[in-house]
């Protein structure tokens, strides 16, 4: 697996052709709109994606698909030659995680992605509230496994989680709530270097006491925020160096470009036996985000 990795301040300034198929999301902010609307001139045809965690159903332009299905419908609308972009600004962990592996399986050799990084995310507007607070979620469905993508966690607290860390410490702190997880064999991976310098500091602030009281590992992991390949490869040497009895569960809750990390090496790795996906599926806040940095381009070859 390899990741071309594109930066520009504008798409003028990024290096492609123009794609059969984009799968998009809900633009719920402005560089969700902005995303959609590039890919609409870019793209011969959108599908639009949205996954319902409780009845397993993917709702592709309208068209109710369960989760089995996806393989089938990919095999009746698209050829192995159809070049297909991802729009991780809009997609879901979720989404993103069942079309790669629908792409993997119909034999595709590469892909493309596409994420939007925001200028500002959106504060608490109260004086009672720390500013490292911000309303991106306005409620969660969940840790309810994706099908697939799932195992058993043991009863004996052998399994090691990794957390992808963003702001939200309550999303950590849930984990622990619903599962059985232990904190000694939980680790941290922060996005560093930051979107911007400094954004690091509210993850780090935010999530602190959910570090101390449920006893994780301080032997964090660094890998940068709009870089999915670096994820990848520390994944890559968590997963080799577990024991024979231990599993790894991946709670990718962090940025995007570091979920679509998680998700190339959940598929990529094949290993339903020691690896396994834990979300909690939030429901997103409308202007969640305002105004629009940097455009990452990910070239990625399977």
Not at 6 to 25: A, D, H
Not at 215 to 229: D, E, R, V
Not at 284 to 289: A, D, N, T, Y
Request: hydrophobic share 35%; with cysteine; charged share 20%.
């Amino acid at each position: 697996m390899n990741i071309n990795i594109q930066y520009g301040n504008t798409p003028i300034e990024l290096s492609y052709k123009n794609w059969n198929v984009g799968f998009i999301g809900a633009d719920i902010d402005d560089r969700g709109n902005e995303a959609v609307r590039f890919l609409q001139e870019k793209s011969d045809y959108l599908y639009k994606i949205v996954y319902d965690p409780n009845e397993y159903i993917i709702t592709i332009n309208n068209e109710n698909i369960h989760i089995d299905d996806i393989d089938i419908f990919f095999e009746e609308k698209f050829s192995t030659e159809t070049n297909f972009i991802l729009d991780c600004t809009t997609l879901g962990v979720p989404e993103i995680l069942i079309l790669i592996q629908s792409i993997y399986n119909q034999g595709h050799k590469h892909f493309d992605s596409l994420y939007l990084e925001p200028i500002n995310y959106r504060n608490y507007e109260s004086k009672f509230i720390s500013k490292r607070d911000f309303e991106l979620s306005d409620r969660f469905y969940g840790y309810i496994g994706i099908p697939g993508h799932t195992l058993s966690l043991s009863t004996d607290n052998t399994d090691k989680a990794v957390f992808c860390c963003g702001y939200e410490a309550e999303r950590i702190e849930r984990a622990f709530e619903d599962l059985n997880l232990s904190g000694e064999k939980s680790q941290i991976v922060f996005g560093v270097p930051a979107f911007h310098a400094g954004w690091e500091t509210n993850s780090f602030s935010n999530n602190i006491y959910t570090i101390d009281n449920r006893n994780l590992n301080k032997n964090f992991y660094y890998c940068g925020a709009s870089n999915p390949s670096a994820i990848y490869e520390q994944l890559n040497r968590i997963y080799h160096g577990l024991e024979e009895n231990e599993h790894l569960f991946i709670v990718p809750i962090g940025t995007k470009p570091m979920s679509l990390g998680a998700c190339l090496f959940k598929v990529i790795t094949n290993d339903n036996y020691k690896i396994a996906i834990l979300y909690d599926h939030p429901i997103k806040k409308s202007g969640r985000s305002s105004m629009i940095s940097r455009w990452n381009l990910y070239n990625i070859a399977l």
